[in-house]
């Protein structure tokens, strides 16, 4: 064509980079660059073969950079889960240290409180809590409540002598004696005994209808 120069064009980037780049190529070739010789339709559909491939080029870049960013959230989301759950690990093991090492003085002061709570439980059963006297009172073998003897004043206020009893969280249950009238008190007695493990020679007892 009359007036038109063939001109070769050297891009200074080995490679378009970005949108705008790859915008501004297929401007270039828009404009004539590869449309030497060609006719009118044909620089009209190698003009339109450019911007087709420039934006194809643009939007596979912008894929790959949206590709990479999400690898490298889902990386460091995963490390900063590890390192939780790595810290939360360390808690624990620091936790079950604390508790798993119970020094002397500490298990003798959980005793005396547990015997205390087992008392006052005793003394708000009777009928003169001020008057309650105790001997032998210990916790019970299986930990789960206070095997004792006991003497308290009776409403005319005289001793009743001494009787064991178990004491649990749930209930004080006094040695009767296995006549009908205190039968009930005389059975739950002994099931308290063998559940705490007060009071061995309950074991040898047989109640016969």
Known sequence: MPGLRCVR??????RARGLALALALALLAASGLGGCGKSADE???ARRLSMEKALAASRAEEREKDRRMRDAAAAEASERIASDAAEHDRDLAQIALA?????P???EAERAEALRKYTDKLRQSVNDPA???MRSAELSPKL???????NSKTKAGVYAGFKRAVVTDLQVSVEESPT???MTQFLVFQIAARDTGCFPDVK???VVQ
Do not use: I, Y
């Open 144 to 150: 789960n409540g206070m095997c004792t003897e006991f």
């Open 180 to 182: 009908k009238e205190l």
């Open 43 to 45: 620089q009209a559909t």
């Open 131 to 133: 008057s309650v006297q």
């Open 105 to 107: 003085q500490q298990r």
């Open 99 to 103: 508790t798993a090492v119970v020094t």
């Open 9 to 14: 064009f050297l891009p200074r980037e080995p």
């Open 204 to 206: 040898n007892v047989h």
